[in-house]
């Protein structure tokens, strides 16, 4: 018997297989991914076949900065309603102050050296025009007996009975002696001039403290009100001195006009 040797038949060449599973896992990933979602390819490989390993993002739209947004019509609106209030409140301002200036409260200087040492010239006091009853010892600006402005102490009233001067060269209201020390300029008397008035009712008896430099109800005794202003010429009640700001002080009533009855 023959033996024949046993040749292998020629096949032919296969060709060469790229592994595909990658592509698959990728499209599978697409299929189940969202719209707008982000795929990342599985592998190496995946990633030479496609030439790109992820998937870009969809850009968002930019959001304008606050400085870049334009106002709208609601937002020019709200700005001239704030114009209009502010308008308001400063003519409101405006109209309380002249309103107060005018019934209220006024500001006087001091032109001469009658009320020496209390007040000095060219200083600043506060008035309060709405005086009611006044009083003994107060300052007040009045409408004086030429129809000049002028500051003064009133030292009586209607019905008082002032008179110069008793044993000890002191004023008395009423029989009460006052002590003037506290706003009697240091170097003046009481009063160097002798009188003896009873007030009318209405009126009032008013004198400087700088009593050697003051023109004040002594100089008019001999008219026919004795020398005495009528309240209904009182401007006001000199309650402050504001000016200059080294003497900035209040005006009170001194303590001696207590004891007057």
């Given at each position: 018997m023959s033996v024949t040797e046993d040749?292998?038949?020629?096949?032919?060449?296969?060709?060469?297989q790229h592994n595909a599973e990658p592509a698959v896992q990728a499209a599978a990933a697409r299929a189940a991914a969202g719209p707008g979602d982000t795929v990342k390819a599985g592998g190496a490989a995946a990633g030479e076949a496609t030439g790109s390993a992820e998937l870009a993002e969809p850009a968002e739209p930019a959001t304008p900065d606050a400085g870049d947004r334009q106002d709208g019509p609601g937002a020019k609106g709200k700005k001239k309603s704030s114009w209009r209030e502010s308008i308001v409140l400063v003519l409101v301002g405006v109209l309380a102050a002249v309103l107060v200036r005018l019934f209220v409260l006024d500001s006087f200087y001091i032109p001469s050296e009658s009320m020496e040492d209390t007040l000095l010239i060219n200083d600043r006091v506060v008035v309060n025009r709405i005086t009611g009853d006044i009083g003994r010892g107060e300052v007040v600006v009045f409408?004086?007996?030429?129809?000049?402005?002028l500051i003064k102490r009133v030292i009586g009233v209607g019905g008082d009975k002032v008179k110069c001067c008793d044993a000890k060269g002191r004023i008395t209201v009423n029989g009460v002696p006052l002590n003037e020390e506290s706003y009697l300029n240091p170097q003046d008397y009481p009063s160097q001039e002798k009188f003896d008035v009873t007030v009318p009712e209405g009126r009032l008896w008013l004198m400087g403290d700088h009593r050697?430099?003051?023109?004040?109800?002594r100089a008019f005794k001999g008219d026919r009100d004795h020398g005495t202003i009528s309240t209904g010429d009182v401007i006001g009640r000199?309650?402050?001195?504001y000016w200059p700001l080294s003497r900035i002080t209040m005006l009170p009533v001194p303590e001696t006009f207590a004891k007057v009855r």
């Amino acid at each position: 018997m023959s033996v024949t040797e046993d040749k292998p038949e020629p096949h032919e060449p296969v060709p060469a297989q790229h592994n595909a599973e990658p592509a698959v896992q990728a499209a599978a990933a697409r299929a189940a991914a969202g719209p707008g979602d982000t795929v990342k390819a599985g592998g190496a490989a995946a990633g030479e076949a496609t030439g790109s390993a992820e998937l870009a993002e969809p850009a968002e739209p930019a959001t304008p900065d606050a400085g870049d947004r334009q106002d709208g019509p609601g937002a020019k609106g709200k700005k001239k309603s704030s114009w209009r209030e502010s308008i308001v409140l400063v003519l409101v301002g405006v109209l309380a102050a002249v309103l107060v200036r005018l019934f209220v409260l006024d500001s006087f200087y001091i032109p001469s050296e009658s009320m020496e040492d209390t007040l000095l010239i060219n200083d600043r006091v506060v008035v309060n025009r709405i005086t009611g009853d006044i009083g003994r010892g107060e300052v007040v600006v009045f409408k004086g007996w030429d129809g000049t402005t002028l500051i003064k102490r009133v030292i009586g009233v209607g019905g008082d009975k002032v008179k110069c001067c008793d044993a000890k060269g002191r004023i008395t209201v009423n029989g009460v002696p006052l002590n003037e020390e506290s706003y009697l300029n240091p170097q003046d008397y009481p009063s160097q001039e002798k009188f003896d008035v009873t007030v009318p009712e209405g009126r009032l008896w008013l004198m400087g403290d700088h009593r050697a430099a003051s023109e004040d109800s002594r100089a008019f005794k001999g008219d026919r009100d004795h020398g005495t202003i009528s309240t209904g010429d009182v401007i006001g009640r000199a309650f402050a001195l504001y000016w200059p700001l080294s003497r900035i002080t209040m005006l009170p009533v001194p303590e001696t006009f207590a004891k007057v009855r």
